[in-house]
């Protein structure tokens, strides 16, 4: 399909750690992200990862890109309250960046 | 101020309103973007700008109408709206169009527009 896919929702114990999965369409796409919004606010970058990558890990973020299958995760370790936020996978196609619809992560006390 | 800012944050018309949407970048790029998000929807991108240049419109309905005096500004024109163009719309800028490199785009926090 032509979508960037997601689960629209995830619940998370404090502390656990938070995996979100996303599927993307172009395999020649260069650049894959991870864009967090917070209420009220506009997106952020969050991480990115080059296609020629399939880990890159900074401080408590890991992503994981599997080319083959067009499969793109981030984990959070040990997450928090300030972590709960919708979480956007996108990838960029030519000079376009091609957003999913977001995966909400909310976290349990 | 530093970043994107948009205003009005909040915004409620008729349908038979006109009104303008504002935004500001203060990051120095040449290149803004006006997206909307809806419920359960991806973000879908409406215009590019590069340079003040419009260089994409995604079939966007006439009544909604961009202006880019210069890189820092960016208007959306709203006139005759219907209940279905209620959304967040986002403002975006990025240092290029991103034909190249990691292409960062930094978001204003939106205005929340209702049409009732």
């Known amino acids: 399909g032509e979508d960037v896919e997601q689960s629209p929702f995830l619940s998370v114990r404090e502390g656990d750690s938070s995996v979100i999965n996303c599927t993307y369409t172009d395999s020649s796409s260069t650049y894959l992200y991870w864009y967090k919004q917070e209420p009220g606010a506009g997106l952020q970058l969050l991480t990115y990862i080059f296609s020629n990558m399939d880990m890159k890990q900074d401080q408590r973020l890991t992503v994981l890109l599997n080319k083959k299958d067009k499969h793109l995760s981030l984990r959070i370790a040990d997450t928090q309250t300030g972590d709960s936020a919708i979480y956007f996978c996108?990838?960029?196609?030519?000079?376009?960046?091609?957003f999913g619809k977001g995966t909400r992560l909310h976290i349990l006390p | 101020e530093t970043g994107v800012t948009q205003t009005p944050r909040h915004l409620v018309m008729g349908m038979t309103n006109k009104k303008s949407l504002k935004c500001e970048q203060h990051?120095?790029?040449?290149?803004m973007y006006w997206y909307k998000q809806s419920a359960k929807k991806p973000l879908e991108l409406m215009f590019v700008y590069n340079f003040k240049e419009q260089t994409e419109n995604n079939s966007v309905p006439s009544r909604f109408s961009p202006e880019c005096p210069n890189s820092s500004h960016l208007f959306l024109h709203l006139h005759t709206l219907q209940p279905e163009d209620s959304a967040l719309y986002l403002c975006?800028?990025?240092?290029?169009?991103?034909?190249?490199?990691?292409?960062?785009?930094?978001f204003g926090p939106g205005t929340r527009l209702t049409v009732l």
């Open positions: 975006a800028s990025s240092q290029g169009r991103g034909t190249s490199g990691v292409h960062e785009q930094f």
């Open positions: 990051l120095g790029h040449n290149a």
């Open positions: 996108a990838e960029k196609r030519d000079d376009k960046i091609i």
